[in-house]
């Protein structure tokens, strides 16, 4: 068991930062993803609004 370890050992800090990038690389997507969402939300809001006022003057 000792032999498992010391082979295992040495490498658990890389496998650790590993893990940790990724969530941090998930995390950004998805944060990026929302603000993308946020944008076009609001693009979506300008547009129905201009077709509302295109409706009530025709």
């Known amino acids: 068991m000792q032999d498992i370890y010391s082979q295992v ?3 658990a800090p890389y496998v650790v930062v590993a893990y940790g ?3 941090v690389g998930l995390i950004g997507y998805v944060a990026l993803v929302f603000s993308r969402l ?3 939300e609001k693009e979506i809001s300008v547009v129905e609004s201009a077709v509302k006022r ?3 003057s025709e």
């Open 9 to 11: 050992m040495p490498q």
């Open 21 to 23: 990038l990724i969530w």
């Open 54 to 56: 295109r409706e009530k």
């Open 38 to 40: 946020k944008k076009i």
